[in-house]
């Protein structure tokens, strides 16, 4: 019968045989300007990450440590909800803004989906669905701002906060 230390030094030699094998089974290649990973193999696409980061009070956006944005209206903390212009969020993402020729409705677009905002309201339609955000859409030297945790929750964001009031949003994509 085999002794328990006898077990534990089979089992370590066995994973340090399997884990350059697992190692070289996942490999990362560049093909079209695009990386992916294969294993065994299978192409699959890399999921890449995405960062913008705000302070609250700066006019500074960073776009994942490769591009600087100058806002023209500040992110501020409102009825302690944290406020972003919508612009500067939807050109970092790539989305379309559109506007009502009154200028009383913002209409954002994506690949996934499309949001119209009221100024003053709390609700969105979203798809042609109504969704409560819980604030009200702000407006700001002819800025729309909106809590920028409701919408970014919304396209999927994950949205952090720091005491010297950083503001992360990050987001997974394929």
């Not at 100058?70 to 909800?81: A, F, K, S």
């Amino acid at each position: 019968m085999m002794g328990l230390r006898s077990k534990v030094g089979m089992g370590l030699l066995a994973m340090t045989l399997l884990v350059p094998t697992m190692a070289s089974a996942a490999e990362e290649t560049t093909t079209d300007s695009s990386t992916t990973v294969v294993v065994n193999g299978t192409e699959f696409p890399a999921v890449k990450n995405m960062t913008i980061t705000m302070w609250l009070g700066s006019m500074v956006m960073d776009i994942n440590g490769e591009r600087t944005v100058t806002m023209d209206v500040v992110p501020e903390i409102i009825n302690q909800m944290t406020y972003v212009p919508l612009k500067y969020f939807a050109d970092a993402i790539g989305a379309e803004l559109t506007w009502s020729e009154n200028g009383v409705y913002t209409t954002l677009t994506t690949d996934e989906l499309t949001a119209s905002f009221k100024h003053g309201d709390t609700v969105i339609m979203v798809n042609g669905a109504e969704v409560e955000l819980g604030a009200y859409i702000g407006e700001k030297d002819g800025r729309t701002l909106v809590p920028i945790r409701a919408l970014g929750s919304l396209l999927g964001w994950t949205i952090g906060y720091e005491l010297d009031g950083t503001i992360y949003l990050t987001k997974a994509f394929k």
